[in-house]
């Protein structure tokens, strides 16, 4: 067998990885039954899933009909640019508010594109924002600092 598509190897192996690690990590905890799930259930056949998909994924690439790709070099710049803008949400949340600091986190990531586009970002920004909102405050009921804390409004 010739590795013909290494995006795909490497992405499997990633999956692998990660869905096994799941899975050992929640062997920690209490499995409990189908019919009455403990804390460990759900993660251990999260994992599971995961690291079968990864091998299925790891296993096409390797196939004769396999498209064939490279892997591209790592651009540290767009790592750094989407960690930052997870840690600058962090910071910002309390102080500034769920939809100032979502908006931010979403039109700063999105420098990460190759196609960035401003109209595109704010647009993504504004529905997410929203969507959000709706999601965690007015269905779920979370407890977030909505408007910035200087304005008095939450």
Known sequence: MQLRNKQDFWSGAMFIALGLAFALK??????????????GYFPFWLGVVMAT??????????NKKAEKTEVDRFDFKILA?????IVLFGFTLRPLGLIVSLFLLVAISS????????????TN?????????LSF??????????????????
């Open 26 to 39: 929640a062997t920690t905890y209490s499995m409990g039954t189908a019919a009455r799930m403990g804390p």
């Open 53 to 62: 998909l990864g091998a299925v994924i790891l296993l096409s690439s390797l």
């Open 81 to 85: 640019i989407i960690v930052g803008s």
């Open 111 to 122: 420098l990460a594109s190759h196609e960035h586009s401003w109209k595109v970002s704010i």
């Open 125 to 133: 920004a504004a529905f997410l924002v929203v969507l959000c909102w």
């Open 137 to 154: 405050v007015k269905g779920l009921g979370l407890v977030f600092p909505i408007w910035p804390s200087f304005l008095g409004l939450n």
